[in-house]
RNA sequence: UCCUCGGUAGCUCAACGGUAGAGCAUUCGGCUGUUAACCGAAGGGUUGUAGGUUCGAAUCCUACCCGGGGAGCCA
């Protein structure tokens, strides 16, 4: 058998009443005297391929009527349209390729599984198609994103995962015992060395994944995710803010345009992602506190946000908004003092509405050398361990701008996704780092 | 790290101090339009681990292991 059609143009209606052939795994079989239906899933997509007894040969049909559960096969027969089948199409099958027979104990039943048994079997549940979906959308994501900064000419740059200083602050650092000096890091960002690479290539951006040893065991939390960063030299806030509303606004209209029912599959009406448009709204820090304040919950100025802040305030837009002028207290070192009022940095923050909360965080970062060396003091860190970074204010500095954005925050809130593992194929934390 | 809930057949659960049970899955048989198909039969157990209380423990107590949800913090 040669040829073979995706099982997504035929779901489109893009093969009716053709003669194709399609292989993939079988996900569930019924059968009924003398009619089989088997649901052939190939990455694609999931069809309904209905085999007649009249329209097949004995032995192939024999061979059908004994598959195990996510056997792969090939099969060949005639697309029709059918309102009873799932999806809206059908193969009327009348031929049979190849087979591999699957073993008969396939863990993942045509039933509920408890979390930590399917968590337990990750490596097959990913299978699932309500994962697979999720997991091609994802794919297109990655696309949108890196397509997005080529066509506004930034560059890609990788940088070390290895790295020796926290930028996130200590405490959610995973040590790396191999090497011979002490004090080495699984990267939480590529802060310091995209500023660094900038100074060679001008707008940059990376996508790689950063750790994070929070021991959060949250729907929003993972040990190891996936970190889409840029950094602009001659950018201040507004312009970084700016670059923000047009990644997320493009992003969100290529899933939206370009894969319309998985998105929807997934939960997400896709008309609601086309609404989006830049400027997103933007609130001042002191703004957010009032609107926490008055919802009832308790915080006090100069607070971060916690969860119990951010949802009401996430609940009062429809759209991603803007905090921006975090307190100097609670923003790393890198990020620049407001200079008409030092108790504030040029901070901001993206949060997501509908109570998904932080997807971007970023700002405006200290060109200075003495007000960088002073804020790496004031953050109980040596100046002496930053010798490099540094460095890059002495030679050559610039005001710029950057952020970071949490892919699988933003998957979660753009697909409405319930949890943040199911936006990615194997997520870890504290307690889950097998399979 | 802390709080909280849980661990019984391959899976989902019941039994809550007195002989360990059901549905699904698996195997076999039946059914020509099924949608987690349905109907009939069969096989399937050291109740997370280690102690303790008791005539008797899946059940009560202690410790540990594993996991779900959440908090602080963050993308």
Redesign the pocket.
Known sequence: MTGFVDIAKIIDGKKDNEQVNVRGWLW?S??????L?L?IRDGTGIL?C?V???NVDEANYNKLE?L??ESSLEVSGIVKK?Q???NGY?L?VNNLGTVYIAQ????I???????????DNRHLWIRDPKLMNIFRIRSKFMESARKYFWENEYTEIQSPSFQTGAC??G??LFEVKYFERKGVYLSQ?WQLYAEAMMSSVGKIFTLAP?F?A??????????E?W?LECEEPWSNLNNINETGDRLVCYIAHKLANEMPREVKNAGRDPNELLKLKPPFPKITYDEAVEIVQKSGTEMNWG????????EPLTKEFETPFWVRGFPTG?KPFYHMPDPARPEVTLSS??LAPEGY?????GGQRVHDYDQLVQRIINDGFIPEDYGWYTDLRKWGTVPHSGF???V??VLCWMLKLE???DAIPFPR????V?P
């Not at 019924?30 to 009619?35: K, L, P, Q, V, Y």
């Not at 039943?109 to 968590?119: I, P």
């Open positions: 569930n019924r059968s009924s005297g003398g009619i239906f649901m309904q209905t007649n007894k009249r004994k195990t559960q059918d009873r089948a799932l059908e009327s008969p104990d396939f863990p039943a045509k039933k509920d599984h408890g979390l930590e048994f399917l968590m996130e602050g405490s959610t960002s950063s994070r929070e021991p959060s065991r949250t729907r929003r939390h993972l040990s995710f970190h607070d971060d946000f916690g969860w119990q802040q951010e609670i923050d993206l909360g932080e997807i971007i965080g970071g954005l949490g699988e925050r949890h943040i593992r934390d504290m307690r889950r097998y």
